[in-house]
C-alpha cells in the first residue's frame, strides 16, 4: 500500500463513487496544511495514476478528470 495526499474535491469525488463502503477503503481522517486528505491504494492502483498524469498534472487533478469522464 502507498499513501499519497488528495485534495478533499478529489476525496469527495471518490466517496462517492466508489461501489464499496467507504469502510472499505484506507483513509486517514487528518487533512494535512494544505487541507489534503492522505488515502492508502495498491502501489499498482498509484502507478496507473502516475501514467495517467499530464504535465502538471496532480494525482488529483486525475481522480477528478477521471471521475467526470465516468
Do not use: C
Not at 478529489?10 to 463513487?17: K, L, P, S, V
Not at 464499496?20 to 494535512?32: D, K
Not at 492522505?38 to 498524469?53: A, S
Request: avoid cysteine.
Amino acid at each position: 500500500m502507498v499513501r499519497i495526499a488528495i485534495s478533499a474535491e478529489a476525496f469527495d469525488a471518490i466517496a462517492q463513487t466508489l461501489p464499496l463502503p467507504l469502510g472499505l477503503v484506507s483513509y486517514e481522517n487528518a487533512s494535512n496544511e494544505k487541507g489534503e486528505r492522505y488515502v492508502w491504494l495498491d502501489r499498482k492502483v498509484v502507478e496507473h495514476l502516475r501514467t495517467l498524469r499530464g504535465p502538471g498534472e496532480s494525482f488529483s487533478d486525475v481522480i477528478l478528470r477521471l471521475v467526470a469522464e465516468s
